[in-house]
Structures are given as C-alpha cells and as structure tokens.
C-alpha cells in the first residue's frame, strides 16, 4: 500500500514556466510534509518542508500547498529554470513515531526546457 | 563539516556473496538512517540508529540484511547471500535528533549495489 501517492511521473515545462507536483496521503498521523530534490548521482536534499497547521509555505521560487482535510500537498516551481531539472519527491513523516523516518512519494522527473 | 559520506560509491558482486556498504554521517548527528532506493522509486527506509542502538529495524526486508553502529557515529549495512533482487541505491542519513522531531535529515550521495 502506498502511503504518499505522486503525480504526475514526468513532467516537462518551458523555461519561466510554472511547475506543479501533486501528493496525496493516507495515514492522519503524518504531521511533517518535506519536498526533496535528487540530481543523478547525489543523494536527495531537503527542498521546502509543512506542518499542517499551516497552508501555504513560500521560500523563493518554491511554494507548498497544503489541503488537510482532502489530505492533498502540492509544490509550485515559479520562474522555472534549467538548473531546477531534477527529480522531486514529496513525503511524509510523523514526528512522534518510533523512527520519524520519512515515507517518499514515487518521484516526479521534471525537465525544463530553456 | 562534511557532509554524509558513503563508501564504496559504487559495488559489483556476484549472486551469493556478502557485502558490506559505510556510512559516515555528520559529526554530532545522533540518529541515523539507512533507505533503499530502487530505479525509478522513492527511497525506503531499512532501519534507524538512536545513538548505538537499532530503535526501528522495521524496513529491513529479511533476515539476510544486518547493521550496525557500535560507536554511534559509522554505521556499516552488511548484506549476506546476495541476490539480484538487492541491486539498488543504498543511501544513508543522518539528522541531529531523529525521533520525535522535524530535523532535517542530510543524506549522502549512496552506494550503488549491483548483483550479477
């Protein structure tokens, strides 16, 4: 079972374009919704993060959206640039588990052509 | 300092036999994490260190996968009888609390796995 679902697989934008990822989630107890970015050969980094206690979160060009009751979350790309051709994940975590390890989405490929 | 480092970066070994992969993570950080990430997959989690001690070993997918982290600071994820179906990104994470808190957890660059 899936627990955060991403969408969609690849996503191709032109340069200046706005870019939009798309997670949904099952389990109630996630209480920390982080955003990772992934170049080939490097390890995932933490883009943006939201507490659910808030709906919207800005930092730069990067927006989160935050749907609590559809138990939906979104990442908005403004101004999109080459350099943001990247692989984004969405996930989740619950702070107050035994581990708070983080439950990634499948993964968005997202291209930005110039 | 540096960041999470892993070595060896990159490991070919033939079905059946044993392997062990290194994680250093960032000096100071307390809790550490081992994920698997297969093509084209998010990364799933194998198992969390609180300091020397293995608090969720949840993720390891069976009895032939075993870590540790004797001095709560490297940690080695050792694979036993190797199958092809274990070829995959092994990456590793280090935060500075863990459990119970919203740290950011820093990951290395991982060791990729391949089983002929």
């Known amino acids: 079972q899936q627990q955060v679902k991403q969408s969609p697989q690849s996503l191709i934008v032109q340069k200046g374009g706005i870019s939009i990822i798309n997670c949904a989630y099952e389990?109630?107890?996630?209480?920390?919704f982080p955003w990772y970015q992934q170049f080939p050969g490097k390890g995932p980094a933490l883009l943006i993060a939201?507490?659910?206690?808030?709906s919207e979160k800005k930092e730069g060009r990067f927006t989160i959206s935050f749907n609590k009751s559809a138990k939906q979350f979104s990442l908005h790309i403004m101004d999109s640039q080459p350099g943001d051709s990247a692989t984004y994940f969405c996930?989740?975590?619950?702070?107050?588990?035994?581990?708070?390890?983080?439950?990634f989405g499948s993964g968005t490929r997202l291209s930005i052509r110039p | 300092g540096a960041g999470v480092s892993q070595t060896p970066s990159n490991k070919v070994t033939e079905k059946g036999k044993y392997v062990e992969l290194r994680c250093d993570p960032i000096?100071?950080?307390?809790?550490l994490y081992w994920y698997r990430q297969s093509l084209g997959q998010g990364p799933e989690f194998l198992i969390y260190?609180?300091?020397?001690?293995?608090?969720?070993d949840s993720g390891l997918p069976n009895d032939r996968f075993f870590a540790v982290r004797p001095e709560g600071s490297v940690s080695t994820l050792k694979i036993q009888r190797t199958e092809r179906g274990d070829s995959a990104v092994y990456l590793c994470?280090?935060?500075?609390?863990?459990?119970?808190?919203?740290?950011?957890?820093?990951f290395g660059p991982g060791t990729r796995l391949t089983v002929l």
């Open positions: 994470a280090s935060s500075l609390r863990g459990s119970g808190s919203t740290d950011t957890q820093y």
């Open positions: 260190f609180q300091g020397t001690g293995a608090a969720d």
């Open positions: 996930a989740a975590s619950d702070p107050g588990s035994s581990a708070s390890k983080i439950i």
């Open positions: 389990n109630t107890a996630f209480d920390y």
């Open positions: 939201i507490r659910p206690d808030v």
């Open positions: 000096s100071g950080h307390t809790a």
